[in-house]
């Protein structure tokens, strides 16, 4: 569905350089991965064809270079780990550097359902031979376009995925992170760092915070609730255009915009902080 370039009438496989981005976001909002190769010596001295190598790779989910659809909605990569008696699952913002996890057994199934539907992940890693359930949490939560990685299961395990974790953040426990017996969402979370080192190395420094979520503060909003209130994307077609958050959204930038929509689907529940908001508001009205 490219137009590519030609010479001399002769179709050429390549795209005008000056215009890649648009096509880089083309190929991405279709769930491709870009792999990016560039001359690694000089045409000058070199003997035959110029050496060229992958020097990154684009995917959905991390490629925060390319000016995506609409900058006003955060961009997350997930990954999920699923076990015999229950699933972890990482959340990561590259943008914000933020990584969130959460964990739960099978009959709290619809919880992941509902955090997968909010995140709204362009991309999903999960580890090879559980694309069934992959697949049945994915028909859950709508009809968006979800690149799926799979990956070596044993990146997904805590012996390992403990050691990426511990050694990123240079710490000796990952306690005060809130996942001190939380093996599944340390495992996703891990495993997720392991694919953003693999990918996108010059990313992983960007990688800066993580806690485990915790319910209480808002109003807890499930997938059906958020969808047949069109709160952030019509029935329609799934899009933005004429949900509540595209009546109310008068943000000026794309973090306010973004800022905006995490708050609409969680909003306060506590008196005193609601009247904290308000009042932020109003001073920053005046």
């Known amino acids: 569905g490219l137009a590519l370039t030609s010479r001399q009438k002769v179709p050429m496989c390549g795209v005008p350089y000056h215009a890649v981005s648009t096509y880089l976001a083309k190929l991405l909002r279709l769930g491709y991965k870009v792999a990016i190769c560039e001359q690694v010596e000089d045409p000058k001295t070199a003997k035959g064809v110029v050496k060229r190598e992958v020097i990154k790779v684009l995917t959905p989910g991390t490629a925060v270079e390319v000016d995506a659809e609409d900058a006003r909605e955060t961009t997350f990569i997930a990954a999920v780990n699923f076990e015999e008696d229950g699933w972890g699952l990482a959340l990561l913002d590259i943008v914000s550097g933020e ?32 694309e069934d359930a992959l697949a049945r949490l994915l028909s859950g939560i709508g009809p968006a376009a979800v690149t799926r990685s799979p990956a070596e299961p044993w990146i997904f395990e805590y012996g390992h995925a403990g050691h ?39 990313s992983l420094a960007l990688v800066s915070r993580m806690s485990y979520i915790q319910s209480g503060g808002w109003l807890a909003l499930d997938a059906t609730t958020i969808r047949n209130l069109e709160l952030v994307r019509n029935l329609r077609d799934g899009r933005r ?21 995490a708050w609409l689907l969680q909003p306060l529940n506590d008196v005193a902080a609601i009247r904290d908001r308000l009042d932020a508001v109003d001073e920053a009205l005046r």
């Not at 955090?115 to 991309?123: I, L, Q, R, S």
């Open 241 to 261: 255009k004429d949900s509540l958050l595209d009546v109310i959204d008068f943000t000026v930038t794309p973090p306010g915009g973004r800022l905006l929509r």
């Open 164 to 202: 990426v974790l511990l050694e990123h953040f240079g710490v000796k426990s990952l306690a005060g992170f809130g996942l001190e017996g939380k093996i599944l969402a340390a495992g996703a979370a891990g495993a997720l760092l392991s694919y953003i080192k693999r990918v996108r190395k010059d």
């Open 99 to 130: 990584l969130r996890t959460l964990q739960g057994g099978w009959s709290e199934a619809k919880t992941l359902t509902d955090e997968m539907f909010k995140a709204g992940p362009k991309e999903v890693l999960f580890p090879e031979g559980t």
